[in-house]
Nanobody, 118 residues
Framework: QVQLVESGGGLVQPGGSLRLSCAAS????????IRWYRQAPGKERESVAA????????NYVDSVKGRFTISRDNAKNTVYLQMNSLKPEDTAVYYC???????????WGQGIQVTVSS
């Protein structure tokens, strides 16, 4: 059974930090690139950060560059999103996605709420 389980969300004040985790099981984790998406109320889902299967290549949406860092631990089948200097506009539900163009499959986590507010 494929599972992607996000954790680490919650309420934080502006300028604060959170670390999201995405724990994967049920598929060959090392064959998949991982992407974090977010969706704010009334807005479309957007890609925030991505990391390749080997953990070498990363990319970020401009609005989070220099503040967010994506990483993965293939020994633990887990991907992290370290979020620093959080802003109210970072408030959204964050989703973890695992995808492999070669295999032709994509899996989603259930999402986790991040709220940045004073």
């Amino acid at each position: 059974q494929v599972q992607l389980v996000e954790s680490g969300g919650g309420l934080v004040q502006p300028g604060g930090s959170l670390r999201l985790s995405c724990a994967a099981s049920g598929f060959t984790f090392t064959s998949y690139a991982i992407r974090w998406y977010r969706q704010a109320p009334g807005k479309e889902r957007e890609s925030v950060a991505a990391i390749g299967s080997a953990g070498i290549s990363t990319n970020y949406v401009d609005s989070v560059k220099g503040r967010f860092t994506i990483s993965r631990d293939n020994a633990k089948n887990t991907v992290y999103l370290q979020m620093n200097s959080l802003k109210p506009e970072d408030t959204a539900v964050y989703y973890c996605n695992a995808a492999s163009a070669l295999i032709g499959k994509s899996y989603w986590g259930q999402g986790i709420q991040v709220t940045v507010s004073s």
